[in-house]
T-cell receptor, first 113, second 114 residues
């Protein structure tokens, strides 16, 4: 089955630790995206990548880092510099090139205490 | 810049019809999406409107007026399972030169009661 996987579903970390969230897709999509969602809020874009070895900052990139070494994978690292890291993180992808519909992974709920 | 507004909450009863409105301001326009999101889950695609008018898909319909910067999602014959957040989104942002990322509204939480 084609789709996007994120792991783990729930993640707990202590304050001051970096943590990496996984996102893998087998849809052969060129573009991948990371969004953050807080309670009662819409999705806000953290980073996106339209092609391997290239990525761009979104609206709220501070305190986050990404890499895109493979087409299938777009991991997100939440660094200790992120002031309020507790949130629901969603990864998405699409084929790009004028195709705007995004396909979402199941999400990772990160809790930092 | 980009701005999307939608009501925060709505309530309705089973079997009823509900209309969720969305107004947007964009520097360019490449269509408008509606997604459904149940609590703790990923958004799922409902509709994509590029041209003015109403598009019907089963119990759900979506309307777009580009001149008014306005869209609505119409849900008919409401069921309990329709209780969810409904997100309005448009492609593009000030940081998105290719215009492929989506900007989302804050979502409308719909509660359906029996």
């Amino acid at each position: 089955d084609g789709g996007i996987t994120q792991s783990p579903k729930y993640l707990f970390r202590k304050e001051g630790q970096n943590v990496t969230l996984s996102c893998e897709q087998n849809l052969n999509h060129d573009a991948m995206y990371w969004y953050r969602q807080d309670p009662g809020q819409g999705l806000r874009l953290i980073y996106y990548s339209q092609i391997v070895n290239d990525f761009q900052k979104g609206d709220i990139a501070e305190g986050y880092s990404v890499s895109r070494e493979k087409k299938e994978s777009f991991p997100l690292t939440v660094t200790s510099a992120q002031k309020n890291p507790t949130a629901f993180y969603l990864c998405a992808s699409n084929s790009g090139q004028g195709n705007y519909e995004q396909y979402f992974g199941p999400g990772t709920r990160l809790t930092v205490t | 810049g980009q701005n999307i507004d939608q009501p925060t909450e709505m309530t309705a009863t089973e079997g009823a019809i509900v209309q969720i409105n969305c107004t947007y301001q964009t520097s360019g326009f490449n269509g408008l999406f509606w997604y459904q999101q149940h609590a703790g889950e990923a958004p799922t695609f409902l509709s994509y409107n590029v041209l003015d008018g109403l598009e019907e898909k089963g119990r759900f319909s979506s309307f777009l007026s580009r001149s008014k910067g306005y869209s609505y999602l119409l849900l008919k014959e409401l069921q309990m399972k329709d209780s969810a957040s409904y997100l309005c989104a448009v492609p593009g942002g000030p940081w998105d030169q290719a215009g492929t990322a989506l900007i989302f509204g804050k979502g409308t939480t719909l509660s359906v009661s029996s």
